[in-house]
């Protein structure tokens, strides 16, 4: 079973909420990942976890934390966003984040800010 | 110059035509290539991996010219369901980050 589940499917929320995301994958898969999208482009990478540590930070502003509590679970925590964050956020995990690794994508969150 | 470039399309085509989708890519370290599928407000699925020895599932081809750096993608008898955004997406050494394309749309007309 390849899937990714990812919490809520839609967010509305003001510039001053705090908000989080989540996701989930029972794969046994040890790289998680965060990518934005906006319509019409290709997906961004946001975070990579690998084996529950920080692997990578495309610069991401602070206003998106995320957190990886274990190897099944990915977060990312929001807050102060701006309404230019507004997105769909993607989650994606692979199995050890190697090169012949295929990432699965779970169905994503659309993210809207006022 | 991006490093993962495709034609934006949108590429209209009759029902049982066959389609084929070029992607060029800028670094020669590159070592994984996918095609991957999204649809209209969905999350990307992989569609295939293509290797070296170009392979082929179903309808489906892939094949990777490593010297001109491209990936092809070939649909044989296309369907309505095939309507869809193909990414081509690229993996460099070393790097657990994938490099996307922007992206080919495909609309399968009855």
């Known amino acids: 079973d390849t899937e990714v589940t990812q919490t809520p499917k839609h967010l509305v929320m003001g510039m001053t909420n705090k908000k989080s995301l989540k996701c989930e994958q029972h794969m046994g898969h040890r790289a998680m990942y965060w990518y934005k999208q906006k319509a019409k482009k290709p997906p961004e990478l946001m975070f990579v976890y690998s084996y529950e540590k920080l692997s990578i930070n495309e610069s991401v502003p602070s206003r998106f934390s995320p957190e990886c509590p274990n190897s099944s679970l990915l977060n990312l925590h929001l807050h102060a966003l701006q309404p230019e964050d507004s997105a769909l956020y993607l989650c994606?995990?692979?199995?050890?984040?190697?090169?012949?690794?295929?990432?699965?994508f779970g169905p994503g969150t659309r993210l809207t800010v006022l | 110059r991006k490093e993962v470039e495709q034609d934006p399309g949108p590429f209209n085509v009759p029902e049982g035509a066959t389609v084929a989708f070029n992607c060029t890519y800028s670094n020669s370290a590159s070592q994984s290539f996918f095609w991957y599928r999204q649809d209209c407000r969905k999350e990307p699925k992989l569609l295939m991996s293509?290797?070296?020895s170009g392979n082929e599932d179903g309808r489906f081809t892939a094949q990777l010219n490593r010297a001109s750096q491209y990936i092809s993608l070939l649909i044989r008898d296309s369907k309505l369901s095939d309507s869809a955004t193909y990414l081509c997406?690229?993996?460099?050494?070393?790097?657990?980050?994938?490099?996307f394309g922007t992206g080919t749309r495909l609309l399968v007309s009855p």
């Open positions: 293509v290797y070296s």
């Open positions: 994606a995990s692979s199995l050890v984040g190697g090169l012949g690794d295929t990432q699965y």
């Open positions: 997406v690229v993996r460099n050494t070393g790097f657990q980050k994938l490099v």
